[in-house]
């Protein structure tokens, strides 16, 4: 199949995805805020989003309309917005990766597909969990993807509820517990049963 792919990130992790895409097909890679006028530009049938900062605007959206999915580490609808595999940990819910489509709402789109996994605190760092999630998305997306774009996935509704958290979020626990992403996450998570239970 003959597709035009414009791939946006903002991290170096996705670039793996990026790379298999290529080998495939045509991809444009592009890391800037994304507007109409690279739309028209590029013209891609696919937009694929994976660890990209910026929230695209209604009227881009619409421009595009159809092809337009989402890679996001966690397994939604919780933990939507920034640093989902912390806030899993924090808040103890589901764990996992979700691939959805992208609409006006933040990480609120039709999931195509998700899975979940299971972690062992005491066994991890956020770093690792992190590397594992990441490596669940990229078999994730390589399994599921002529499913994807020859239209045999059927898209559905996110549950009611999840949680999301912003970037202010965790600057704020950060000052209250202080923590690393190389940290332990079982010693992390007891730093801050004591941090609430003062």
Request: glycine content about 6%; some cysteine; proline content about 4%.
């Amino acid at each position: 199949m003959a597709l035009r792919i414009l791939f946006l990130t903002n991290n170096k992790n996705s670039l793996g995805l990026y790379e298999w895409l290529r080998d495939r097909y045509y991809v444009e890679l592009y890391s800037g805020k994304l507007g109409i006028d690279q739309l028209k530009a590029i013209k891609p049938d696919v937009v694929v989003s994976y660890n990209y900062k910026y929230i695209i605007d209604p009227a881009t959206l619409k421009y595009q309309g159809e092809g337009m999915m989402n890679l996001h580490t966690s397994l939604l609808p919780w933990n939507r917005g920034a640093n989902p595999n912390f806030w899993s940990f924090i808040d103890n819910t589901p764990k996992g990766v979700t691939i959805h489509e992208i609409n006006e709402g933040l990480d609120k789109g039709r999931i195509i597909c998700q899975r979940e996994c299971f972690f062992e605190p005491e066994k991890e760092t956020f770093v690792s969990t992190y590397e594992k999630l990441n490596q669940m998305m990229t078999e994730l997306l390589k399994e599921k993807w002529e499913d994807i774009v020859n239209g045999i996935m059927e898209p559905f509704q996110q549950p009611e509820g999840g949680s999301y958290h912003s970037i202010k979020d965790l600057h704020l626990l950060k000052s209250q517990i202080g923590f690393e992403w190389s940290d332990n996450i079982s010693e992390v998570l007891r730093r801050y049963e004591e941090y609430k239970n003062r």
